[in-house]
């Protein structure tokens, strides 16, 4: 097959796809000069004004310090970003430099669209968390520097404990259920949970298979291993929640955005947060001394949230890698790492940098910190959630058993990883 | 022509001066002289005619060769390779539409789409048709509410999907809450399996009727109102006018109508997007969801590119039956 028809078919191939499913390609022209460092940003710090405020800020200096580079950091939305993505790199287009988290990378890198960062954090190698860079790094070789950790810890309403007439915020899955009748009672649910398609398992299902003791994957990675006694303990919990309306109805279809749903109207005690700025905006809905941020939920066997840093990788097709290496080098030094744990309320990645937060809540993410996971990184990882959520969904709505529901995604999960090249 | 057929539609029948009776005839003469006067043009003549003609097509033909034929023969090719994220590919011939047809998913997703188009296009269709048939008679501020009933069309689908998944939702959407307020429980309109695909219908519906109801007005209004008046005379009724009059005359446009909403109707994907996510249990999920899902999930361009060419056979089949049915009633 000649190497010029399979340049020119492949891009208009590309583009029906993107116009049959309407899902469009962010960002218009994202290709980089020689001179020019295109960057794929998101929503990182809550604030649209202050978002956009630091990253001008952070083209201004990094320009100021390589005269000869021009920056452009883009803004995406957070939705879609792995569809957006993989648009992008599929057409050989995309920027240079992409926000990236643990669990993304491994099927990035799979696919050869990303490349090492290595070279570009060689001198702050040594002053990275080793569970960040673990996170972030496959065969050896790490794929994004991180410039920021998160914490996805307990979010509570005080009044609606109140009037429950709970006063200790439940923290174990013994306490939850105990706690369902009183707030149902009360005429409010217990855990805003979201089972939608598009929703994160990272953030919903996961963490309490991790506190049931169980795993996403087999060590080999070649198997699932969710469908197990600590799968169906977990899925049991969350469907006895569901059937005694301890978990909204709308959990079903609903994504877990605080202002439009169950916990920001006040229908739910209790949700995950992830930055002092969703407690601090929680507290402003609710009143003051209205929002607790607890610790990390403790299950049968284990006591863990989920928590990830976030990174910078490197397009593998990117035209200008020089550029793109000295960005991130300028990104994870110190005066970044702490601006940028400032301006969106995060935790440092690195040991010797501390980021000065002013939050009242800073304590309570600081604890939770210690019980992180951040996921376990499988090229498939992404895929296999699109298979376990429609199964989930069937044990909610009572159409099979956990057990039933479980061992369905699993058939469906270990053909994928099958078909894994 | 019988009385009851549509009236051939010519400029000249638009003429006020022209009799009723006579125009059509009148019309059919100037036609058939304007085309020997063609006939006796010197060839280079008509040579020049037709580039002029053609250099007026040029740019609207250029962008369809380059945005769409261009893609569905690349998308076409795609589908025969594992073409992958990092750009490289495989020749892998008819396997992706071997592993298709073995697909439950794939079937499921049909599945859906088949009943969310046996819902969608009989509501969309009577709800045009009876806005429309309102609107024919109503002569105060017609415009305004022809305007009014088009609004949902324009709107974005994204932004009508929100504001009727507020509507439908559960714990304090609009219309639970109106059935809270008569005494009636709680429906979950998007979390049940059996009502998501009608309740996201009625919202498309909703948002979409606009487009054909301005097409049956426009039939409605280019039959001659003669023949409803003789009706009249012999005694229909009014259902009987409607019934044995009016609809046989807008029989090519209901047809036209019903086909452009059916190929709508199979490319559903927005609102299913917005609304469930494709649930619940994939209660919801079409195959353009699937073909979403294959390419943009799964990274699949080679398998999604078979799903979004078999998803062009169907739209294609349709046009070819609307092209086959109006044919032959304009025949």
């Known amino acids: ?421 | 022509m019988s009385k009851l057929e549509p009236r051939e539609t010519s400029p000249d029948d638009a003429l006020p001066t022209a009799p009723p009776a006579a125009a059509p005839a009148e019309g059919a003469a100037r036609a058939v002289a304007a085309a020997a006067a063609a006939g006796r043009r010197p060839a280079p003549a008509r040579r020049r005619e037709a580039l002029v003609g053609l250099a007026f097509v040029a740019p609207m033909l250029a962008l369809f060769l380059v945005f769409r034929f261009g893609p569905t023969l690349g998308a076409a090719f795609l589908s025969l390779t594992d073409y992958r994220l990092s750009g490289e590919w495989d020749f892998i011939g008819a396997a992706n539409y071997t592993r298709l047809l073995n697909d439950d998913l794939f079937w499921e997703s049909l599945g859906v789409t088949a009943v969310y188009t046996a819902l969608y296009v009989p509501m969309t269709v009577l709800l045009a048709l009876g806005t429309a048939a309102l609107l024919y008679r109503t002569l105060w501020l017609r415009g305004f509410f022809r305007g009014l009933f088009f609004l949902p069309y324009v709107t974005s689908i994204v932004l009508a999907a929100v504001i009727w998944k507020w509507i439908y939702e559960v714990e304090d959407g609009l219309l639970n809450s109106t059935l809270g307020a008569l005494g009636l429980g709680e429906i979950d309109f998007l979390g049940n399996e059996s009502l998501v695909l009608p309740s996201i219908a009625a919202a498309s519906a909703w948002k979409g009727f606009g487009y054909s109801m301005l097409i049956l007005l426009a039939g409605l209004q280019s039959i001659p109102r003669e023949v409803t008046e003789a009706a009249t005379i012999d005694g229909a009724s009014a259902w009987q006018r409607f019934r044995w009059v009016t609809l046989p005359l807008l029989r090519p446009v209901l047809f036209f109508v019903l086909v452009i909403e059916a190929i709508q109707a199979f490319q559903v994907f927005d609102a299913m997007y917005v609304m469930t996510a494709g649930g619940p249990v994939r209660a919801s999920y079409s195959l353009v969801y699937f073909l979403y899902d294959s390419g943009f999930k799964f990274f699949d361009f080679g398998y999604a590119s078979a799903v979004g060419l078999v998803l062009f056979l169907v739209v294609l089949v349709f046009s070819l039956i609307q092209r086959r049915l109006i044919g032959r009633e304009e025949d």
């Not at chain 1, 190698?125 to 996805?152: C, N, W």
């Not at chain 1, 607790?292 to 990788?313: E, N, S």
């Not at chain 1, 939770?368 to 951040?374: D, I, M, Y």
Request: aromatic letters at 8%.
């Open chain 1, 1 to 421: 097959m000649k190497t010029g028809f399979k340049r020119a078919t492949v891009p208009l191939a590309l583009l029906t796809l993107t116009a049959l499913t309407a899902a469009g390609c962010a960002g218009g022209d994202s290709g980089s000069g020689s001179n020019k460092v295109t960057v794929w940003m998101y929503p990182v710090i809550m604030d649209p004004k202050a978002n956009a405020a630091y990253w001008d800020g952070i083209e201004k200096g990094f320009e100021a310090a390589h005269k000869d580079l021009d920056l452009a950091v883009e803004q995406l939305p957070w939705e879609n970003r792995d569809q957006k993505l993989a648009t992008a790199f599929g057409s050989g287009k995309g920027p240079d430099v992409v926000l990236l988290g643990p669990d993304q990378i491994p099927q990035f890198q799979a696919n050869g669209a990303v490349q090492p960062v290595d070279r570009a954090i060689e001198k702050a190698r040594s002053a990275f968390r080793p569970a960040a860079l673990e996170a972030m790094t496959q065969d050896g070789k790490v794929y994004a520097a991180p410039i920021y950790h998160t914490v996805t810890s307990t979010l509570y309403n005080k009044k609606l404990l109140d009037k429950a007439g709970i006063k200790e915020p439940p923290a174990t899955w013994d306490a939850l259920k105990a706690a369902a009748p009183k707030l149902k009672r009360a005429g409010v649910a217990t855990l805003d949970y979201s089972a939608s398609n598009e929703a994160s398992l990272n953030m919903s299902f996961y963490p309490l298979l991790w506190q049931a003791g169980g795993k996403v994957f087999d060590e080999s990675g070649k198997k699932t291993a969710f469908s197990s006694p600590e799968g169906v303990e977990a899925l049991t919990f969350l469907v006895d929640l569901y059937k005694a309306g301890a978990v909204p109805r709308s959990a079903l279809t609903n994504a877990n955005l605080f202002t439009d749903q169950a916990l920001g109207k006040e229908q739910v005690a209790m949700g995950y947060t992830n930055t002092p700025s969703d407690a601090a905006l929680a507290e402003k809905t609710w009143g003051k001394g209205n929002a607790i941020v607890g610790p990390a939920l403790t299950g049968p066997r284990k006591q863990v949230c989920f928590g990830m840093p976030g990174g910078l990788g490197i397009n593998a097709r990117t035209k200008n890698l020089t550029g793109a290496e000295k960005f991130i080098t300028y990104m994870t030094e110190p005066a970044q790492i702490r601006s940028m744990g400032t301006a969106g309320g995060f935790f440092s990645p690195r040991t010797d940098v501390t980021v000065p937060n002013g939050s009242p809540f800073a304590k309570e993410y600081e604890a939770a910190l210690a019980h992180t996971f951040p996921g376990e990184p499988h090229p498939a990882a992404r895929q296999l959630m699109a298979l376990i959520t429609p199964e989930i969904q069937a044990a909610l709505t009572g159409k099979k058993s956990p057990e039933q529901a479980l061992e369905a995604a699993a058939k469906e999960g270990d053909d994928l990883l099958a078909r894994q090249r």
